[in-house]
């Protein structure tokens, strides 16, 4: 990946609850445009690594750089512009459950954009149609939206400020096969539309070998290895061989591999 311009550089990252050590010396790059991965077994830290990121925790240890810019070390407000580059998809979806979904989208124009209600639900109903989502959706409570409809939501509300970054947790976690694929394929599009860099968190094979560029594994408290897919199956590690190799991975090997040929 040499010669590619990063736009997260994360170097020396350490993480402590109390004795708890859960990061310790992690680097992890982003380069701009690609899709990655970032997998890891149950208690790795790998929502606590995009929170680190994207500083909604300060990492006790070592330097996170976005844009060429310490986060730490910014001001306040210089610091709110860097962050207004990030969108981000939190597990579950995290919308609010008092707005409509067209409200949930408008409220990031309104808060930081400055815009004014009619322009930013104006302007909401556009990211929803980029989330693939109906109009008769937009003026329901997510209560009343199924998991798939929620996630789409969500992520017409990461969409809003135009971010360079696109930061998703678990974002097919819950779907069935069907919405999970289509879920997929609409990252993919979007990447590939709006020029985004996707930072993805999944335990989702199929994603894996779908849709992303590399895959980082979290093991030992640091990134055990990042690279392109065929590259990280291939690593001499109990967990990788069991993830990647095991039933579940041979077939969405296969199933990635035969849509392939099919286009």
């Not at 610091?79 to 998809?89: D, K, M």
């Not at 996630?151 to 976690?173: G, H, S």
């Not at 093991?219 to 055990?224: E, G």
Request: glycine share 10%; hydrophobic share 45%.
């Amino acid at each position: 990946m040499s010669g590619r311009e990063a736009v997260i550089e994360a170097r020396g990252i350490c993480n402590r609850f109390g004795s708890q050590v859960v990061h310790k010396d992690l680097d992890l790059d982003l380069y701009r445009g690609e899709i990655l991965a970032v997998v890891g077994g149950s208690g790795s830290g790998k929502s606590v690594l995009l929170r680190s990121i994207i500083g909604l925790r300060r990492p006790n240890e070592g330097q996170v750089k976005v844009f060429g810019e310490d986060l730490a070390g910014l001001r306040e407000e210089q610091r709110s512009q860097v962050e207004r580059r990030f969108g981000v998809l939190f597990q579950k979806g995290a919308l609010f459950s008092s707005l409509t979904v067209t409200e949930n989208v408008a409220l990031p124009l309104i808060e930081h954009a400055g815009l004014s209600r009619a322009d930013a639900e104006h302007l909401a109903g556009v990211k929803l149609a980029l989330a693939g989502l109906p109009i008769s959706a937009a003026d329901k409570y997510p209560a009343s939206l199924s998991g798939g409809m929620i996630k789409r939501a969500a992520l017409a509300r990461a969409l809003a400020l135009d971010p360079d970054i696109l930061f998703l947790d678990e974002p097919t976690a819950g779907l069935d096969p069907i919405g999970a694929a289509a879920f997929d394929q609409l990252i993919l599009t979007l990447r590939d539309a709006l020029g985004l860099s996707v930072f993805l968190i999944t335990h989702d094979l199929d994603t894996l070998y779908t849709i992303t560029d590399r895959v980082a594994v979290l093991s030992q408290k640091k990134v055990l290895v990042a690279g392109p897919l065929a590259e990280v199956e291939q690593t001499d590690d109990p967990w990788i061989h069991e993830y990647f190799h095991g039933p579940r991975g041979r077939a969405a090997e296969n199933a990635a591999a035969s849509a392939g040929q099919e286009r």
